[in-house]
């Protein structure tokens, strides 16, 4: 069965360092979410791309936060430099188009020291 | 902006019964889905049910229901006869009908399946 796959699943940086995750859309899915999970909390998105383009990130701290997806397949989010605060689960979700059901993959656990 | 609710930080349920989590949603939209997601601890979220605004007819998915409520802004999930796979944060979700159609989440509700 098809999945979304994040790499890494576990990391732990320190402050001020820089971060990056990536993620492997299932195959065919046009549209691309990542979403941050603080514990207790349910996910936000930070970014959404329909093919290599953004469609929204509205909610992305800009200024340190970027995010890219080069040929419309799998994509890269940074965090550069890393804050406590950003301690959290990254989620990628892909789906086949705006109105199709989101597959998630497993997250990625970031803990900032 | 469009807010999700869910007031139930943890419910519990003996195996074989019945249980029902609680969630509201605020929207001045017309055209909307909405969605229960379940995430086992350590696992990928995956959907349990959608339910389209404009149908008035319930969703339902084997031992999953829910109970849609447009005029209240109300949409729960039943789940019957309760297994110990059921255990996991269960999240309602809401996806506005056009713009970038993302997804926003209550907080979750954690249910334990006690034997």
């Known amino acids: 069965e098809a999945e979304v796959a994040q790499s890494p699943r576990y990391k732990i940086t320190e402050k001020s360092q820089a971060v990056a995750f990536w993620c492997d859309p299932i195959?065919?899915?046009?549209?691309l979410y990542w979403y941050r999970q603080i514990l207790g909390q349910g996910p936000e998105l930070l970014v959404q791309f329909q093919d290599e383009s953004v469609v929204d990130d509205s909610q992305l701290p800009k200024d340190r936060f970027s995010a890219e997806r080069l040929k419309g397949v799998d994509s890269t989010l940074k965090i550069q430099p890393a804050e406590l605060g950003d301690s959290a689960m990254y989620l990628c979700a892909s789906s086949l188009g705006l109105r199709r059901e989101a597959f998630f993959g497993q997250g990625t656990r970031l803990t900032v020291v | 902006a469009q807010t999700v609710t869910q007031s139930q930080p943890e419910m519990s349920v003996q195996e074989a019964e019945t249980v029902t989590l609680s969630c509201t949603y605020d929207?001045?939209?017309?055209?909307?889905?909405l969605f229960w997601y379940k995430q086992p601890p350590s696992r990928q979220m995956i959907l349990v049910i959608r339910q389209e605004a404009y149908k008035q007819q319930n969703a339902t998915e084997n031992r999953f229901s829910v109970n849609f409520q447009k005029a209240a802004k109300s949409f729960s999930l039943k789940i019957s006869d309760s297994q110990l796979g059921d255990a996991a944060m269960y999240f309602c979700?809401?996806?506005?009908?056009?713009?970038?159609?993302?997804?926003?989440f209550g907080k979750g509700t954690k249910l334990t399946v006690n034997p």
């Open positions: 929207t001045s939209e017309s055209d909307y889905y």
């Open positions: 979700a809401y996806r506005q009908h056009g713009g970038s159609e993302k997804l926003v």
């Open positions: 195959s065919g899915h046009a549209t």
